[in-house]
């Protein structure tokens, strides 16, 4: 079983940046590949980005691309998005998710989200 917790969401105004982390309990964090989702009102969840178990492999959406870094710490069963030059359309709650072998948005285990509001 996995525990995960984000933190870090807030109330940004257009351009600015934020910084995401997402805890990981219950066991060894480099096992699992770790992904970043998001679920803005009104719409499905969507991919944000993933990283690999080393964290040497990462994929972004393009909507994110060139703006957002996810990063990993396994000595710290920590993952990170650092997000730059935020858009009102980034507004969303932001999911961090984890599973050994996950198939593309299909993960196991799910945080509970971190809300996000971009301001105009």
């Known amino acids: 079983q996995v525990q995960l917790v984000e933190s870090g969401g807030g109330l940004v105004q257009a351009g600015g940046s934020l910084r995401l982390s997402c805890a990981a309990s219950g066991r060894t964090f480099s096992s699992d590949f770790m992904g970043w989702f998001r679920q803005a009102p009104g719409k499905e969840r969507e991919f944000v980005a993933s990283i690999s178990r080393n964290g040497f492999s990462t994929t972004y959406a393009n909507s994110v691309k060139g703006r957002f870094t996810i990063s990993r710490d396994n000595d710290k069963s920590t993952m990170h998005l650092q997000m730059n030059s935020l858009k009102p359309e980034d507004t969303a709650v932001y999911y961090c998710?984890?599973?050994?072998?996950?198939?593309?948005?299909?993960?196991?285990?799910w945080g509970q989200g971190t809300r996000v509001t971009v301001s105009s």
């Open positions: 998710a984890a599973d050994r072998f996950p198939t593309g948005s299909q993960y196991t285990y």
